[in-house]
């Protein structure tokens, strides 16, 4: 015969059973680990107040999961979906800004090849240099393409100079603002005690541009005369081998997941985020046009004094 429980005990076990899934989904706030319910709502619309801004997340970085477990368990439906489309918006941020919305905006023309470290370092900017073997051609099509280079293609070697410092100056100063919003905001979910993720994506390009400009330099090898075309293409190194090609595409899925993965954006701060995006942009190609200026000056002075 099975063994059963005696009466008395029947309703009390019925009703922790009863109770232990409850328990066992309890939220933060009904753990206690969230402020009190007349702060909750300063959390749900909190832009750029981080985790730390509250004092009973102070000095624990792991708090920043609790912090944004209770924002999304105290924000209603509406506010939800607000985060979400902010979150796509992030996401496009990386596929349009930086420079695959525009491919034939990357070429810049140079006379010839970059040595490898420049080269690399105009490749992770966002520019694509495309050599064109001869020096009139160069200035002609760069002109063409570009007003900033009417204006600056006659000055000197050391105004080059200083405008790749004020050029650098300014990829720094974007990689800084970018840095405070995001240590400012609700943090990345593929890990919030990491406050830089995006900077890091920016900073990772020299892989995949490293990638290009080697399989870019075996190519040649193998080309006595360069290809006359260049693909235009949503993917950098469209013309190179295929390994070029998963480099970039690779780094740029993972920009869209970084992007998209900063936690409860309003929209406030999705401003900024698209006003430094822009920075960047335009700071790191105004970066890497001076570079391959500076070169095409160097270049045409060791041209002369070897004549």
């Known amino acids: 015969m099975a063994p059963s429980l005696p009466s008395t005990l029947l309703l ?3 009703t922790i059973l009863a109770i232990l899934p409850l328990l066992a989904h309890a939220g933060r706030i009904d753990n206690g680990e969230c402020p009190p319910d007349n702060e909750l709502g300063a959390l749900i619309y909190s832009p750029f107040k981080p985790y730390f801004w ?3 997340w102070q000095g624990h970085r ?4 609790v912090a944004a477990d209770c924002l999304f368990e105290a924000a209603g439906e509406s506010r939800k979906q607000q985060f979400a489309a902010t979150a ?6 990386p596929l349009t800004l930086k420079d695959i919305a525009w491919p034939e905006q990357r070429i810049v023309h140079v006379t010839r090849r970059l040595p490898w470290a420049v080269e690399v370092a105009v490749l992770a900017l966002g520019l694509v240099p495309l050599e064109t073997q001869d020096e009139g051609t160069t200035e002609d099509k760069v002109k063409e393409e570009n007003l900033l280079a009417r204006a ?4 000197r070697t050391w105004t080059i100079v200083l405008y790749i410092l004020l050029s650098a100056l300014g990829v720094l100063a974007s990689y800084g603002g970018m840095a405070i919003v995001e240590i400012y905001s609700k943090r990345s979910a593929l890990g919030c005690p990491w406050p830089i993720w995006v900077v890091c994506w920016y900073v990772v390009a020299l892989v995949p541009a490293a990638v290009h400009a080697t399989f870019a330099k075996y190519r040649r090898m193998r080309e006595k005369n360069e290809r006359k075309q260049k693909i235009i293409s949503a993917v950098q190194g469209a013309d190179e081998d295929w390994p070029v090609q998963l480099s970039w595409g690779i780094y740029y899925i993972a920009g869209t997941l970084i992007w998209t993965s900063i936690m409860a954006i ?5 401003v900024v985020w698209v006003g430094l995006g822009v920075a960047v942009s335009a700071s790191s190609k105004l970066l890497a046009f001076f570079l391959c200026l500076f070169w095409e000056k160097v270049r045409a002075r060791r041209a002369g004094a070897g004549r």
């Open 12 to 14: 009390p076990t019925l």
């Open 54 to 56: 509250w004092p009973m």
């Open 62 to 65: 792991q708090k920043c999961w």
């Open 88 to 93: 796509l918006i992030m996401g496009l941020i």
């Open 152 to 155: 600056v293609w006659r000055h």
């Open 266 to 270: 309003t929209v406030a701060e999705l």
